[in-house]
């Protein structure tokens, strides 16, 4: 064991424990995943996006609500690196506590929405009958809604803000995740190993809970990774509605907003956070396309 | 020879490795029935496949000589290709529900088969649809060739398929495990189905199979494959006097409706023979 | 042990049997032959409670089963289904495949349960913490004859656990299921089209054809010929062509 590599134990093809199998199997999707370089600039992207969001303190001296309106809409310098806004706030600062809200924003969404989705996507598709239609057209009901008419309408009725956009796009996004998991529940629920799970006597629930939803799993990882751009962009435009984060929260969709004002003569305040909403939706996207590859439960 | 292949290697490239599905295996094949059995992972159906040129993309194909007809495929580009697969071999899978287009009827699939390589008018190509639905012994053929091959039996979608394959009457028919999805009752149709058409055609068959007993009897030579080599080849109705251990230990392990056994005989594999 | 009568089920319109009966006593083999659609595997499936929808009576020990069976039911009766390939879950090792019965169950010492199990079946050790994907065709059978038989169970049913492979492996499975009977004193309903496979594990069988059982007798007769029904006479015929040797 001094001697090994972690390499070498995971891809080991003989495992003597649980814990090194499933390191393995972890591995070696790794593996998959690395040889996509399409995949790999998607990561480094949204790493490098997080990480320099998380470390603004230490990367930037300026406040990101400072205002310095003797020196407001300059152009980018050595000073300002990416300018300042109509108020002279630094938009290099904003952009890098942007990320901040945007990304918190999409990740807080997909935490909450996506376990949601699959379970009750599992629970729907094994179980069949009254369970199953009850719940369908619950999810067909949202499924109807455009997104964000009825995040526009939701954020109405509540007060604009990020919690109240974090709970409309919530309240929209989880059900085409259920659809996927109920939709993958209904070829796995007639396999054998089903078939096998039941004559152990397991209940439905432990079934569904240990058996259907790990198998679900995967494709619902793509899904949320192809989905966070959409939810990005769906904040950004709450955002830029003036219905998400307010000011003056630096938000990438609301410095569009205020920007475009002004767009013609000073484009870079608007260019920068688009160009951000661009880069890290295409980063979502080319990783989700990569993880499909590596992670599609048809292939054995 | 309609096929001739000398010392062929195939190997497939993955990220993890080379793996070698066929290592060096020689078989000259004329217009008669012949067998190719093997277990699961001998290289057969590949072979086949290769002779076809019908391989991913990941898979090195290495010859003294590959021939059809004198055509030689390893050197053949795609066109060359086009006009033998399909047109002068036919290719019959194990189960005619993948390989029958779900969306189109089974009169329509066998006319543009046809009609692709006779030309002709769209009716003159249903007629002949229709003529060889009759010749693979469908009783009602034009009630048949309306319908999807989602509505018929396996055994009639494996006729369609072979119906299919006559169209353009091609010199080869290569067959790929064709009977093992089906029933035994119709596994005995098929297979004389398919005697009748390569006995009066003049065609050359190639028949892929697990199966020896069947392959015995039904062809005129048999090649018995192990891990991507060649172990013996010999008149199919001399099986029951074949030499090789490893066929011998194939045919001892069946078991036997008519000479029961009270424990069956298993396979000792011997490393020598991945290096005969 | 297993008492089957008047057995019918159903799929919409369709009667998939018709009205079966058989019974199979204790440590004994019974063999269910047919075609496709026959409804071998179907009866198969109301027996091992997988079908909660028929009519009739099955009984083990004299005691109806319910419809729907409670999870004792599963320590008594086990299944091996055709395809290894289908019937272990692709993304559990066979350890987790092994110890989810015994985890259900309750049952203590579960580590020396998957070992033993393993060693019941011949299987290495070194294969417990794999994934299904990297085991061959024989090995998958065999793991999924340990999880039937870490359940310790009275009755094994097969629905054509060798047809998925190769002739040379399906020798070993045999041999095991054969050598397992002897050793526990299992009672096995073994469900194949392959009737040299079914006589040599069974000696009564019945045969059936659209949903009906339409003959039963004994494998020695089905061997010498002693035939009532056509269709097992049909059968026998397709079978003994291919086992005689070619003329030359």
């Known amino acids: 064991m001094t001697t090994q590599t972690f390499r070498e134990w995971a891809l080991d093809e003989t495992p003597s424990s649980r814990r090194q199998a499933s390191w393995g199997r972890r591995y070696r999707i790794w593996l998959n995943l690395r040889s996509n370089p399409l995949a790999m600039i998607g990561l480094t992207i949204i790493l490098l996006t997080v990480i320099v969001s998380l470390a603004a303190p230490l990367i930037t001296v300026y406040d990101p609500g400072a205002q310095n309106l003797y020196n407001k809409l300059a152009f980018p310098s050595s000073e300002h690196l990416l300018g300042t806004d109509e108020l002279g706030r630094d938009v290099f600062a904003r952009i890098l506590y942007g990320g901040r809200v945007t990304l918190g924003l999409v990740v807080a969404v997909v935490i909450l929405v ?19 239609t009850v719940l369908m057209r619950v999810t067909d009901v949202f499924l109807a809604f455009p997104r964000l008419v009825l995040a526009l309408a939701l954020v109405a009725a509540l007060t604009p803000g990020i919690e109240s956009a974090f709970i409309a796009i919530s309240l929209t996004a989880w059900p085409p995740y259920a659809r996927l998991a109920r939709a993958e529940t209904l070829t796995i629920r007639n396999s054998d190993y089903i078939a096998a799970c039941r004559l152990t006597g397991a209940s439905k629930f432990r079934i569904i809970l240990r058996h259907v939803a790990p198998l679900c799993v995967p494709s619902l990882i793509v899904r949320a990774t192809l989905d966070m751009s959409s939810i990005i962009i769906t904040a950004a435009s709450l955002g830029f509605l003036g219905m998400g984060a307010q000011p003056p929260s630096p938000e990438w969709g609301a410095m569009i907003s205020t920007a475009r004002r002004f767009f013609y003569e000073q484009w870079w305040v608007a260019a920068v956070p688009g160009l951000m909403i661009f880069v890290s939706s295409l980063a979502f996207n080319l990783l989700g396309d990569g993880l499909r590859d590596v992670l599609d439960p048809k292939q054995t | 020879m309609l096929v001739d292949i000398n010392n062929l290697h195939i190997s497939f490239r993955s990220r993890t490795g080379v793996f070698e599905a066929v290592r060096g295996i020689s078989m000259n094949i004329g217009a008669e029935k012949f067998g190719i059995v093997g277990e699961s992972g001998s290289g057969k159906s590949v072979t086949a496949r290769a002779i076809m040129k019908l391989l991913p993309n990941n898979a090195v194909i290495e010859a003294d000589r590959l021939a059809f007809d004198g ?58 649809a229709i003529t060889l639905l009759d010749q693979v012994k469908i009783r009602d053929p034009k009630a048949v060739a309306a319908l999807y091959p989602h509505e018929v039996s396996g055994g009639m979608g494996q006729r369609a398929m072979i119906a299919m394959m006559m169209a353009p009457d091609p010199e080869l028919l290569i067959a ?45 030579r048999v090649a018995i494959m192990y891990a991507g080599k060649v172990m013996e080849e010999i008149r199919a109705a001399e099986l029951n006097r074949a030499r090789h251990p490893y066929t011998r230990g194939l045919l001892e392990c069946i078991p036997s409706l008519l000479q029961p056994k009270e424990q069956l005989a298993v396979l000792n594999r011997d490393p020598a023979w991945m290096n005969p | 042990m ?37 409804g071998k595997s179907t009866i198969l499936r109301a027996v091992a409670g997988l079908n909660e929808r028929w009519d009739g009576r099955i009984a083990f020990n004299g005691v109806n089963a319910p419809l729907k069976r409670p999870p004792a039911f599963f320590r008594k009766v086990q299944m091996v289904f055709q395809d290894p390939y289908g019937s272990l879950h692709p993304r559990q090792t066979i350890d987790r495949i092994l110890s989810e019965l015994p985890m259900v169950h309750g049952m203590p010492d579960i580590e020396q349960r998957v070992e033993k199990a393993l060693s019941d079946v011949a299987l290495p050790p070194t294969v417990r913490f794999r994934f299904p994907h990297q085991l061959s065709g024989g090995q998958r059978q065999r793991v999924a004859i340990a999880r039937a038989l870490i359940a310790e169970p009275e009755v094994i049913l097969l629905d054509e656990p060798t047809s998925a492979l190769d002739v040379s492996v399906q020798a070993e499975i045999l041999n095991l299921l054969v050598d397992l009977r002897r050793r526990r004193g299992l009672t096995y309903i073994l469900v194949s089209h392959n009737l040299a496979v079914v006589s040599h594990l069974c000696p009564r069988l019945g045969v059936m054809l659209d949903g009906e059982m339409v003959e039963q007798l004994s494998s020695d007769d089905l061997r010498a010929g002693r035939i009532k029904h056509p269709h097992t006479a049909e059968l026998r015929a397709l079978t003994v062509e291919l086992e005689d040797p070619v003329e030359v």
């Not at chain 1, 996506?114 to 369970?131: D, E, R, T």
């Open chain 1, 114 to 132: 996506a376990p949601v989705g699959l379970l009750i996507g599992c629970i729907s598709g094994y179980l069949g009958g009254l369970a199953d």
């Open chain 2, 71 to 128: 055509i030689d495929i390893l050197a053949a580009d795609e066109k060359t290709m086009r006009g033998i697969r399909g047109k002068r071999a036919g290719f019959i899978l194990q189960d005619p529900k993948y390989s029958l287009n779900p969306v189109k009827t089974i009169g329509v699939q066998i006319a543009e088969a046809w009609y692709t390589h006779k030309g002709g008018t769209r009716r003159e190509a249903m007629q002949a």
């Open chain 2, 176 to 220: 790929d495990e064709p009977t093992s999805a089906l029933d035994a009752t119709v596994q005995a149709e098929i297979l004389r189905l398919m005697e009748d058409l390569v006995s009066s055609r003049g065609m050359g068959l190639i028949l892929i199979s697990h199966d020896l007993p069947l392959v015995s009897h039904f062809c005129d």
């Open chain 3, 2 to 38: 297993i008492d089957v009568e008047h057995l019918r089920i159903r799929f919409g319109e369709r009667e998939a049997v018709k009205g079966v009966s058989f019974t199979v006593p204790t440590g004994d083999s019974f063999g269910i032959v047919g075609e496709s659609g026959s």
